[in-house]
């Protein structure tokens, strides 16, 4: 079961944080004209900020990356492999669109290094192909202090403006950028266009780690080697050229790596055809010498078809030599080649389908990595994936070279043996015949070999021209129809959040660092002294407001304060109330009047006496003259008859002024006198008020707290110090003075949370002239 006092602690609990969050609501709602010129300010701002930004234009294309695979048994060991699956081709392919090569590329042939802006309008706009005329820097300046903009106009057919000057542009002139040519572009009319363009020359690195960082390459899912290229650019038509132009050039530079082995193989077997050109003519030369002077017309049949067999043997086995040679050469170059080398040995003569499409793979393989090396360090996880692929690869080419190199070796020994049978056979024929025959056999054996030659290299260059890019343009290059930024939308939401947040700010730091008391949560949350009354703050400048002014809400709530004094002053003799504040101006001398004045309204006979011996105000504020005074009564001068002055503004309302300022008042205070003149006035008045000095400077208040049978400890709105709670909390724990009570005085209604005065008070009481005008900073008006 649960208790009576634990519902009421969650209920209380429960209240509290919800008057916190009320009062956190309030503190920010007084101040909502802040908010409003706050608001409107920065959505003024984020207007301005919309208008003069570049709107910038959305272009995009899609790239299909063919995933060529081999087939038969090639195909198969390269999956065995697990080399190249299609995520590890698209990524590589990301990494290469994205390269500083290919975007440099473009780039330059688009002449991105040349900016020209328009003069007209506020905002400065930049042209790309609409320029009257075209300016190319031919030979920059060493100097890159500063890149000065320069200003040019076409005057006429040879001369322009630029930076004021006259400068005939026939031919080239220097500028503080370089060597300057300006073509004119003359418009659909003939007529030359004299319109003011700014130019800038850019620094070609930077234009290209500008486009780099722009340009998005994603690809459109897992499955798919689809890429989505984007790109935003303040000119539609540029980044439709841009993507276009990166396209084409990726396109060229992966033909290059393709038929980078081709042309190897097409520039030896060019360079074994010249040779052999000049050998097959001296063969020929030497077999018509052989006839004529040996006056041989024609050759027996058994020896042309002897001299068949072996040239057909020797075309055989020179094949199989070149062959052989082709493996050392690639055995050594696997043996030597670092990583990032890729000028593979030519292949030539070589048809095993399985080692040529993994030589194939590692030169692709080894001309990505040298491409990714140029936008990202070798220490990249790619680059190292690059270099796992690169090193399975070059094993799996030493097996199939072994293979192969074991087959071409038992090739070449049986065609040895071959041509050591014919050998024996061409010994048996006639001396003419034989040495005709070694001569043919020469003759044919070049010429067999540089028929072969012949055909490969029509092969190698049909290879050469019908070479096509892996990859497949699905969508051109196309912009936005309208700008994707900025975004006005967002941009005036986040003005406007920005508007809320600074003067949300400035109140949370205000609030912050406001180390006075600003609403009654910061009393109660410091000291269990209960609270007796709340007075507002008056623009009233009379003393007596209650009597002056009775239907005001102050008057109203010193009122409640008189109504409140039945809780705590319960006997029929305790009508004793004294009257502190923790410093001087809380406002006590104010509240203690204007009580006793309310309470000599209802009835009652009341004295007031002025025991703020050092800084008496009350006199003064009421505007009655006295030579006697307390201080004169304390040493034993005169009677209190003497001192007891009646208060014209109220009946049955009287005062004992301080008296003549004495050098010794807590002496005085504490002779005894003051118990004796207390138990006189007991005698003759209902209600007996001490209105007494800051408790905080000086100890009078607590020389008199033994004759009070209730206390009034005075605390100002915005005024009193959070600190000085404290010390009225240990008095009041203390019990130091008797019926402790806080009257928390000359609350700013503007500042309504935590108060409650949205009650009542506004239309009635208000009506004599007391309508609070509203201003940011209302200063308190001092209630003495």
Known sequence: MVSKDEVSSTYQDAEQDSTALREAIFKY???????????VFFLALGYIYAKLSVPLYKVESELLIKDNKMSGGSN???KDLDLFTSDKIIDNEIQILKSKTIVEKVATALKLQTSYYSTKGVRKRERYNDVPFEVTLLKPSSSKAFEPVYAIKLLNANELEINGKRVQYTYPFQTESGLVRVVAKPSPGGSISTELITVKFNDIADVVESYDNNLKVEALSKQASVLSITLEDAIPQRGIDFLDRLVEEYNNAALEDKNAVTSKTLYFINERLATLQDQLGNSEKQVERYKSNNKITNIGSQSQILLQGVGDNDARLTKVNIQLDVLANLEAYLAKSAPQRSDLPSLLGVEDATLLGLVQQLGEVQQRRVALLQTVPETNPVVSS??????????AIEVSVQNLKKGLLSTQHKLMENSQNYEGVIKQMPSQERGLLDVM?????????????????EETTMDLASGVADSRTIDNARASRRPVKPVKPLIYMAFMIVGVLVPTGIIYVKELLNFRIGRRQDIERITKAPILAEVSQSSHMTPLIVVEKPRSIVSEQIRSLRTNLQFILTGSDENVILFTSSISGEGKSFISLNLGASLAMSGKKVVILELDLRKPRLRASLNIQAEEGLSTYLINKVG??????????QNDYYLIPSGPIPPNPAELLGNGRIG???????????????????????????????YADATMFIVRHNYTAKNLIKAIDNLYQGKKFRNLNIVLNSIDLQARYGYGYGYGYGGYYQDEGERSKFSLFKSNKEKE
Do not use: N
Not at 386 to 395: A, E, G, H, N, V
Not at 640 to 649: A, R, T
Not at 681 to 687: G, M, S, T
């Open 676 to 706: 004796q003149l207390l138990r006189e006035l007991k005698e003759e008045f209902d209600y007996i008020i001490m209105d007494a000095p800051p408790i905080g400077l000086v100890t009078d208040a607590q020389i008199l707290a033994v």
């Open 29 to 39: 709602i007084r101040y909502w004209k802040w908010f409003l010129i706050s608001i």
């Open 640 to 649: 209190y008859k003497d001192i007891l002055l009646k208060i014209p503004q």
């Open 441 to 457: 056999r020469q003759q044919h054996l070049r010429d067999t070999l540089y028929t072969y030659l012949l055909r490969k290299r």
């Open 386 to 395: 690059y270099d796992d692929q690169i090193r399975t690869l070059k094993s």
């Open 76 to 78: 198969d060991l390269l």
